[in-house]
């Protein structure tokens, strides 16, 4: 059952040989068993969650059952929810529970899907492992002495290890793709603006994505279906028609065209790791695509372009947290200053305020022009280097990651290095760009995952290649031993 796709979960609870409510057990008796080991959740909504499915079972009994509805989910502790404590997986927010949902679980709502719990994340979805989060590190089920990468490395690391069947994740610089990459699952990042980010806890305004972490494309599709659209809440939300994203997911691949940028295979990739995405990419050769080398000039740019970026919004969006309004407080200020100061050097951790830091900095005066402005410049260029690619072809393939899952502390001393396994996904997001990772193999038994980049808002297209590679293979099923 956990490793059932959504549409044949769907067609079990639709014919009524499964209710909503023995699925939803079912979940959630696995959810028992491995999250102690894992640590992929903050917050588990167990009784919240029997309540939705006896919704739901009602609605199935009813007819008025859409193709979610009575499926479990998890949502990334970012995204806010009614009646529900969200922690972004800081101190800061440990008390902080939203008087309302955020648009993506609105919709899911409605669809009839069930909330199971709140996954781990890095805080404030800064990182690359989910070591930075208040409630300690997630592990990777594939083998727990390393991580599921970050940020979403809870909703990664649930459905890996047959927690849940799909989750919610938020993609920033890559957070949505890299754990999905080194957790051997599906994980898609919209274009900007085709989820809407209200009730989304922001970081990088310009940059965040919320999107569908599942283990196939065609599931990712079903909940892009659910969640896009124009939200009238969020100005940035795109006004672009709704779709069905699973229509053309069997069309074949003749006559599409996929550029290999060559400076996505260069000196920084693990050679093995090269290896198994060219094997990747010839097998979508043999299933009727053409491939075209393709140059993205500006490519070694994106990792300090993207860390400016980052780091000036998130200064500016995590301004807010000040130990008034809402969220930590610090015990018996002075005065305001030290209620100011105390409140937000105890509520949030060191790479919070690394980055806030480094953010004032880049945007105060005399060094705004130097970083900030330019880095703008050069980013309209990383911009332009993906237009070019998308006039000769139609996706883009290559490495989600440099590497497969590191060991847990491996990298928590350098954040340098940290940064540095974002090179193949933070320009996407600089860019507003669409793109997924899936399974393509394993290397010292370590998933590897293929990133694939579509032209803005086309996800159809996307989806269409990841299922046409996944009909073709089967690194998507391969599930790690003590979970299977
Ligand atoms: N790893 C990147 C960072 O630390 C991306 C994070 C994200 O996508 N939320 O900023």
Not at 105 to 126: H, P, Q, S, W, Y
Not at 293 to 322: G, H, K
Request: glycine fraction near 8%.
């Amino acid at each position: 059952m956990h490793r059932t796709s959504l549409k044949s979960l769907s067609d079990l609870l639709q014919r009524r040989e499964i209710s909503s409510q023995e699925l939803t057990r079912f979940f959630l008796e696995r959810t028992e068993r491995f999250n102690p080991g894992i640590n992929a959740f903050i917050t588990l909504t167990g009784e919240h969650a029997l309540k939705e499915a006896r919704a739901a079972d009602h609605r199935l009994q009813h007819g008025e059952a859409g193709p979610l509805t009575g499926i479990p989910i998890a949502h990334k502790d970012i995204f806010c929810t009614e009646g529900i404590r969200t922690t972004c997986a800081s101190r800061m927010l440990d008390n902080f529970t939203a008087p309302y949902d955020a648009t993506v679980v609105a919709r899911l709502k409605d669809a009839g899907m069930v909330m199971i719990g709140k996954t781990n994340m890095d805080e404030f979805a800064m990182g690359s492992s989910t070591e930075n989060s208040f409630y300690g590190p997630a592990r990777n089920p594939w083998d727990e002495s390393r991580v599921p990468g970050g940020s979403s490395g809870g909703s990664a690391a649930a459905i890996a290890a047959g927690m849940v069947p799909a989750a919610t994740g938020t993609d920033t610089g890559g957070s949505i793709r890299q754990p999905a990459a080194l957790c051997g699952i599906t994980g898609l990042k919209p274009s900007y603006g085709r989820v809407s980010r209200y009730g989304m806890i922001a970081f990088a305004s310009s940059l965040d994505q919320g999107g569908p972490m599942t283990r196939s494309a065609e599931d990712a599709a079903m909940i892009l279906n659910a969640i896009c659209g124009l939200d009238a809440r969020d100005s940035t939300s795109a006004p672009q028609p709704g779709e069905d994203f699973t229509r053309d997911l069997d069309r074949d691949l003749s006559g599409i065209r996929i550029g290999l940028p060559r400076e996505f295979f260069d000196a920084r990739l693990d050679p093995a790791i090269g290896g198994l995405i060219m094997d990747a990419v010839r097998e979508l050769e043999r299933s009727g695509a053409t491939l075209v080398d393709i140059d993205l000039p500006n490519t070694a740019l994106a990792i300090p372009v993207y860390y400016v970026v980052a780091m000036a919004e998130c200064s500016s969006n995590l301004s807010r947290y000040d130990g008034v309004r809402f969220g930590y407080r610090c015990e018996n200020p002075a005065d305001l200053m030290d209620l100011y100061c105390r409140s937000r050097g105890e509520g949030f951790g060191d790479e919070v305020k690394r980055r806030i830091m480094v953010g004032a900095y880049v945007l105060s005066a005399g060094y705004y022009d130097a970083y900030y402005l330019q880095a703008q410049k050069v980013r309209r260029l990383i911009r332009d280097d993906y237009r070019q690619a998308f006039a000769k072809v139609d996706v883009i393939a290559g490495p989600t990651t440099p590497s497969t899952a590191f060991r847990l502390h491996e990298k928590t001393d350098n954040p340098i290095s940290m940064y540095l396994s974002d090179i193949y996904t933070v320009a996407v997001n600089l860019a507003g760009l669409p793109a997924i990772s899936i399974p393509a193999g394993f290397l010292n038994r370590l998933p590897i995952g293929l990133q694939l980049i579509g032209d803005y808002f086309a996800e159809s297209r996307l989806l269409n290649v990841a299922h046409r590679y996944q009909l073709a293979t089967d690194w998507h099923r391969a599930a790690p031993e003590t979970y299977a």
